[in-house]
């Protein structure tokens, strides 16, 4: 039974990997630098009746 459980525990842990590597690469082509530290982001500010409205907005990084 143990090792039933470790298996179990080993495949949920290979697919949240998987899961977790195809999402970054999204995420990051959502940012975008415009020099001197700053970068900018698309964010999602309202879902309505299917409609996505999107709001970039910047920062400085340190």
Do not use: D, E
């Amino acid at each position: 039974m143990n090792k039933t459980i470790a298996r179990l525990v080993a495949f949920l842990f290979a697919v949240s990997s998987l899961s977790l590597a195809s999402i970054a690469p999204a995420a990051a082509k959502n940012s975008t630098s415009l020099g001197h530290g700053v970068k900018c982001t698309w964010v999602l500010v309202s879902s309505v009746n299917n409609v996505n409205t999107y709001k970039q907005v910047c920062r400085k990084g340190v």
